[in-house]
């Protein structure tokens, strides 16, 4: 049975820092993509940042970029979604998510698995 766990996040000021991780477990996990959705309230869920299993790939949503560092570390079966200069948009249930690819993993259809997600506040 495929598990992930998401843990961090929390709330932060506007200009802040957070990060949040993932736990993965049931699965090969040097063999997926790992990424983060996001959803705000009253919105869809959005990619956020995805990372190949090798991880010298990388992707990121526009709103991003320059702000957020994606890493994984298949030793200890986690990914890390390291989030500087925050902003209120940023608010959201994060999601972690495993998938074949980091081309595919941008969408919820190439998403395999589901975490259930952890809260992050940004306030202005």
Not at 29 to 34: D, L, R
């Amino acid at each position: 049975q495929v598990r992930l766990v998401e843990s961090g996040g929390g709330s932060a000021q506007a200009g802040g820092s957070l990060s949040v991780s993932c736990a993965a477990s049931g699965v090969t996990f040097s063999a997926y993509a790992m990424g983060w959705f996001r959803q705000a309230p009253g919105k869809e869920r959005e990619f956020v940042a995805a990372i190949s299993w090798t991880g010298s790939t990388t992707d990121y949503a526009d709103s991003v970029k320059g702000r957020f560092t994606i890493v994984r570390d298949n030793g200890k079966r986690a990914v890390h979604l390291h989030m500087n200069a925050l902003k209120p948009d940023d608010t959201g249930v994060y999601f972690c998510v495993v998938g074949l690819q980091t081309r595919t993993i941008k969408k919820p259809p190439g998403v395999s698995y589901w975490g259930q997600g952890t809260q992050v506040t940004v306030s202005s």
